[in-house]
């Protein structure tokens, strides 16, 4: 498996469905959505905001369990963005990293062309064919899964027990 100083990185941007969730929603008869994300992705995201990198939760849907998971991640999420590459803009800007700097995780068709622009990529196991060839990291996780926790524990090399929890 290849590795990823975290020095060479100042911006991480995670898809949502996919990413996060296992790309699945499920609805009630009353057409909410629920859908299922890895708990233990919460303190992969403590550790990246302890070590100061920016972080954002990407999606081309606008929908309340977007909103709530990024904010009990503590994470700035752009919602409802039909051309990715838009929001990137914006966030290297007010950011002012460069794209070379970004790691982005996605999964599916819809992040094609934003993952061509940043310096690291990474995707779920079960992502599509085209993603997959782009991809510098392919985890052995599925999305759902603990995608971000691979990424801190297996890609970043980071120990979470010693940042989190020092003795």
Known sequence: MKFLDIQKID???VDFDGVLTNNSVYLNDSGQEWVKC???DGLAFDVLRKLKKSIFILSSEKNNVVSARAKK?????IQSVDNKLDAIDIITKNGSNSLDRVLYVGNDLNDFNIMSLCGYTA?????HTSIKKISQFILSTRGGDGVVREIVE???CLNMLEILYPK
């Open 154 to 156: 297996d890609i970043f």
């Open 123 to 127: 995707c779920p196991s079960d992502s």
């Open 11 to 13: 911006t991480i941007i």
């Open 73 to 77: 991640l503590k994470v700035e999420v």
């Open 38 to 40: 890895s708990r233990s």
